[in-house]
């Protein structure tokens, strides 16, 4: 479903993000060590990789968290360079994380959070806010599709949620926010089966011919549910093999060893 | 409360096992404080001009202070002219030049405190200092340390032999006038330790003063100064006790502690004085100025006490973090018992940038105990990035005693973050219960839970003093079982 | 007796008033004899460690001929509230029964501490306006809200009694939007059983202002207490609650934001006396621009008092490099069957939900506005919030 925002036309196949010889370092220590990656507009591409290998780091400095140094190398967006941009202008231009950890801010309702952050995206493209009435109209219905109680909307944000609850509400703003480039960040884990499907079912409904995801993931077991085309396997701060679903597959039989130790 | 209440009791009630009085000739100046006591001690010492000028001008500001009011202490006026301000065993020399030349009877009376002074008996990788009333009487392992670069020896000889270093240093912590205790130690102190670590070395071996306090009616003013110079790192213990005596007894130390560019001094205190009997009759009345100033970057000061004994604790080590990303540590657990009363904490001044400090006191009342936690976190305008982290936690054992906690938080820097955090606890009568239904006994019990609740503080310790740490609390706990 | 000049005019003040309230007459002369014999506190008071109380013994407190009163600005209204404006002559007509507004009489002091709280007895001494407001037993009296202002003097002394009976309840909203200088007491007493639910709308002024609020609440009775203090030159706020009897209970609300060069300074007692009480204590503090915040949160179990559970949260946002938070939560606890625990804080935005709210595209500045609001009023229940509390914050960060 989406909250009537036009997207931009994009012509498929285009390139939607472009990772060249990134290395990052966070806190003085190098984590990402000069990693290359394509996703196209339309594209489904699983980030694996063993703890450590810098997964959660690709995601973040996308985000343009602050404290993680991009040293070398560039991050391109639709043909911009991303890495000067202050975080809430990546958002504004179509980037959305879903945080691996979903920050808490009590005080602020969940309802009031997504407001202000639709308008100012819709702001920063000339567009009107939307009335209270659509605003929740639509909350409401992507609520119900992610088995949120509408109470769960007047809660702080992420204020106490199960981890659940905290993974289903990164979803609810992926699709009230309808970004052009999803990052999910280890989305699937601490899900039991049951909410695994629901995000699942989310993101698919997201997915499209004029959007892109990022999705970082320990476990093959969210493939099954989010088909990838493509597989990369991150280890020490690079792809060190791409593929389709069936490398993820390979990984979860025998484990990265096999790839690791040739690399 | 119920019948717990009297095991508990009969636990905390013990005999104070160093209450013993050494039975030795000495020489005692009579009571009362003047000018000329203060020439007196001085020229005992034969110390230089300056030294005396500079005891004369704190016994003059002494004279014109006044005694502090804030603490959480309740005692009647210490009459400063009923102290005698110096006393020292007779020698038949003027100072003996080896350990082989003191007085069997001062030697018996360290090996009964479980101090041996001789070398080949004593505790391997320690060397000790002992302070007998006024006077150091024998440094153990000098020659070892002198071998390293560091200088170990009382106060008096380090006047002598260092005065470039103590004329630099003596005061620049504790100024003279920082408070009514420190200003009449800086006026009388008699003997104390001095340590110096030159650049680069890290001390072969722990240092340690024992102090004692034997006369009667005697103030004890022993003062120690520690430099540790641009990368040198020392651990340093102290121990302390007294007989058992009907009247309160002042003592009245300070410490300084200096620590240049990438040094590290950790301090450990076991502090076992007198405390006074069951009714709350005698015990020393401990009145501490204790300070370390981080004045070089990235240096460490750590200060670590087991506070058990003294009728009164008035003790607040401090760090002034003056270097840039500097560090200071204050790991406490003060118990009190009977009539005891502590108010005990310490104060982290953070001028530099990137300094941090850690705060973590235990305090356990016990009998109709007052114990204070009381504390200063201050950050200054120019300490951009400073850190602070404070744990007070409290139990209580018995229904009689009491449990504070002042802490004083100032910050004045946008880039600092500070927080406290303070519980209480009791022994619970399920926790005694189900260790009785286990089929400990209560008097173990307690000293478990009791122990557990320190145990993030004895971690701190060097080895040896874990142990003793530990007997300690046990020993000052028997008869607290309620 | 000491001679000063402001204890001399302080007196002749108070012989003027005489005629303000005929039933405290010897009250009055009582407590300018106490100001005299103690004198004017001269150095500096632990309880005053960080605001000085010598502006609270000056003019134009105390002034013979007092210049007449600013104008009083806007109120919030609440809807359904019963206002009542001190200071007005014409009160309307309470219509529910059980609810009583009288004269203040003697004694005033009976239940307050002199000794922490010097100020009540000028308060006493200078008294021009005071009401007593008495709930019986079992009346649910509704909503009153508490207004001052119409005040003819320059600086505005004042004390209300609220005394609520046994089983009783009342919310009391009290507004304070004048910028005079002020001395203020509230007395309260909650009997066995009764709830009250007390909102405090303290706005900015530029006069030093003193604000005692005594609170004794009784066996199984509740004192809760909204506060919202808005920076103001000197503002000193006493809280002191006493648990007299078993199962008495207090939650305590404050939020306090100061800027420019604010003085806002919060001092809290809770007295466990009564065996099984509770107290729940959270403040919320913000320094901005070159102010000063103080906070002295003090939890005090009595012995015999067990059971007690006392808990007391204070955070503070300190924002600007000349602003400064000093904050002392404290216990003191003479029971040990007791679960106490107290916690402070000083920092800034957590980086981490700043860097989220970003990420969602909100720029940094409307991040921390959003942060900034959700700190103060994140706990405030929805008629505050609609009344317009917040507003009133954003006029103080603008």
């Known amino acids: 479903m989406s909250p009537s925002v036009p997207q931009d036309a994009v012509a498929p196949s285009a390139t939607l993000l472009e990772v060249a010889d990134l290395h990052v370092e966070v806190a003085g220590k190098p984590i990402l060590k000069g990693l290359n990656l394509n996703l196209a507009v339309g594209e489904v591409a699983a980030i694996m990789g063993p703890n450590g290998s810098g997964k959660s780091t690709l995601a973040n400095v996308i985000a343009g968290r602050p404290d993680y140094v991009v040293t070398q190398g560039s991050v391109r967006y639709l043909g911009t360079s991303l890495t000067e941009l202050e975080p809430e202008a990546r958002a504004r231009i179509g980037v959305f994380l879903a945080f691996q950890y979903p920050v808490e801010i009590p005080g602020v309702s969940n309802m009031e959070f997504l407001k202000a952050s639709l308008d100012a995206q819709r702001k920063a493209r000339n567009e009107e806010p939307l009335s209270a009435v659509e605003f929740m109209k639509s909350v409401r219905s992507v609520a119900a599709s992610l088995d949120l109680n509408p109470e769960f909307l007047k809660r702080g944000v992420n204020e106490g949620f199960s981890g659940g609850e905290k993974k289903r509400n990164e979803i609810l703003q992926l699709l009230m926010l309808q970004p052009k480039l999803a990052i999910l960040d280890e989305t699937d884990s601490g899900l039991d089966i049951d909410a695994l499907q629901t995000v699942a079912a989310g993101v698919n409904r997201f997915r499209g011919a004029g959007n892109g995801i990022l999705m970082v993931t320990h476990y093959q077991r969210l493939l099954d549910y989010i088909k990838p085309d493509t597989v990369h396997v991150l280890a020490d701060g690079r792809i060190v093999k791409s593929g389709d679903h069936s490398l993820a597959l390979k990984v979860e039989a025998q484990g990265y060893g096999w790839i690791t130790d040739a690399a | ?482 | 007796m000491q001679s000063h000049p402001f204890i001399d005019s302080a007196l002749t003040r108070s012989r003027q008033l005489d005629n303000r309230l005929p039933l405290i007459v010897a009250e009055r002369r009582r407590s300018i004899a106490e100001i005299a014999r103690e004198g004017i506190p001269s150095g500096k008071l632990e309880t005053w460690k960080y605001t000085p109380i010598q502006p609270f013994f000056a003019a134009p407190f105390g002034d013979v001929e007092p210049p007449t009163g600013s104008s009083a600005r806007t109120h919030l209204s609440f809807e359904g509230a019963v206002p009542i404006t001190l200071g007005d002559k014409a009160q309307p007509a309470i219509e529910r029964a059980g609810i009583s507004l009288e004269t203040l009489d003697s004694p005033l002091n009976a239940d307050l501490d002199l000794t922490r709280y010097p100020l009540a007895l000028l308060n006493t001494a200078l008294l021009e306006d005071g009401l007593a407001i008495r709930i019986a037993p079992g009346v649910d009296a509704g909503v009153l809200d508490l207004r001052f202002s119409g005040g003819a003097s320059a600086a505005e002394v004042s004390r209300i009694r609220v005394e609520l009976a046994a089983g009783s309840r009342l919310r009391l909203i009290e507004q304070r939007s004048e910028d005079r200088p002020t001395n203020s007491v509230l007395d309260i007493r909650v009997g066995p059983g009764a709830l009250l639910q007390h909102t405090r709308i303290l706005t900015p002024t530029t006069a030093p202002c003193w604000y005692l609020v005594s609170v004794h609440v009784g066996a199984h009775a509740t004192y809760d207490l909204t506060g919202h203090s808005m920076g103001s030159t000197t503002r000193r706020n006493d809280i002191h609650i006493r648990l007299d009897d078993h199962h008495a209970s207090t939650n305590i609300d404050l939020a306090c934001a100061a800027h420019r060069r604010d003085r806002l300074d919060h001092q809290t007692v809770i007295e466990h006396i009564g065996v099984d009480t509770v107290s729940r204590q959270l403040v919320h503090g913000i320094a901005a621009g070159s102010s000063e915040l103080t906070f002295n949160g003090r939890i005090h179990i009595h012995p015999n008092a067990q059971r007690s559970d006392a808990r007391l949260t204070n955070k503070n946002l300190l924002l600007d490099k000349k602003a400064r938070v000093n904050t002392k939560p404290e216990l003191e606890i003479y029971a040990n069957d007791v679960k106490c625990s107290h916690g402070a804080t000083v920092g800034q935005f957590d980086p981490a939900q700043v860097f989220y709210l970003r990420t969602r595209g909100l720029d940094e500045a409307a991040a921390r506005a959003m942060l900034t609001r959700a700190f103060l009023a994140g706990r405030m229940p929805p008629w505050l919030l609609e009344a317009g509390v917040l507003e009133m914050y954003a006029e103080l960060f603008a």
């Open chain 2, 1 to 482: 409360m119920n019948d717990s209440n009297s095991t508990l009791d009969a636990l905390v009630r013990r005999d104070y096992a160093a209450g013993f009085v050494t039975d030795i000739e000495s020489e005692t100046l009579p009571p009362g404080l003047s000018e000329d006591v203060v020439r007196f001690i001085s020229a005992k010492k034969g110390e230089p001009d300056w030294l005396l000028q500079w005891r004369l001008a704190a016994y003059r500001h002494w004279r014109t202070a006044p005694t502090p009011k804030w603490a959480h202490l309740h005692f009647p006026p210490i009459d400063f002219e009923s102290i005698s301000y110096f006393s020292a065993p007779k020698q038949q020399k003027d100072r003996p030049q080896s350990l082989d030349e003191v007085d069997p009877e001062l030697l018996r009376t360290y090996e009964k405190l479980g101090i041996p002074l001789h070398e080949q008996e004593s505790l391997a990788g320690v060397a000790v200092d002992a302070v007998f009333d006024s006077v150091s009487i024998g440094t153990t392992f000098k020659a070892k340390l002198a071998e390293a670069g560091v200088v170990f020896c009382s106060l008096a000889e380090a006047v002598q032999e260092r005065p470039d270093l103590v004329q630099k240093y003596l005061g620049s912590v504790v100024p003279v006038r920082d408070n009514f205790y420190a200003t009449l130690n800086s006026a009388v102190f008699s003997d104390g330790s001095f340590v110096y670590i030159p650049k680069g070395v890290r001390c072969p071996m722990e240092l340690s003063t024992y102090f004692r306090i034997n006369a009667q009616n005697t103030g004890q003013f022993e003062r120690t100064l520690i430099v540790a110079d641009a990368g040198s790192y020392v651990s340093y213990l102290e121990g302390c006790t007294a007989p058992q005596r009907d009247e309160n007894q002042l003592h009245a130390a300070v410490v300084e502690l200096v620590a240049l560019d990438d040094a590290q001094i950790k301090y450990s205190t076991v502090q076992n004085w007198y405390p006074g009997d069951a009714q709350g009759r005698g015990g020393i009345y401990n009145f501490v100025t204790k300070r370390g100033a981080c004045i070089g970057k990235r240096s460490k000061i750590s200060w670590t006490q087991v506070e058990t004994g003294s009728a009164i604790t008035w003790k607040y080590p401090s760090v002034v973090l003056r270097g840039d990303d500097s560090v200071g540590e204050f790991h406490s657990v003060a118990l009190t018992n009977n009539f005891q009363q502590a108010d005990t904490g310490t104060k982290m001044i953070h001028l530099g940038r990137n300094t941090r400090s850690t705060i973590l006191s235990k305090g356990i009342s016990a009998g109709r105990s007052q114990n204070s936690y009381r504390g200063l976190v201050r950050i200054s305008p120019t300490a951009e990035g400073a850190r602070n982290y404070t744990q007070c936690d409290s139990l209580l054992i018995g229904d009689r005693c009491g449990a504070h906690t002042f802490p004083y938080i100032e910050a004045s820097h946008p880039g600092a973050v500070v927080e406290h955090e303070a519980t209480t606890s009791k022994v619970g009568d399920d926790q005694l219960f189900l260790c009785q239904q286990r089929g400990i006994d209560p008097e173990h019990a307690v000293s478990m839970i009791v122990n557990g609740f320190c145990k993030e503080v004895f971690r701190e310790l060097p080895m040896e003093f874990a142990v003793e740490a530990g007997k300690l609390l046990e020993v000052s706990l028997e008869g607290a079982v309620g």
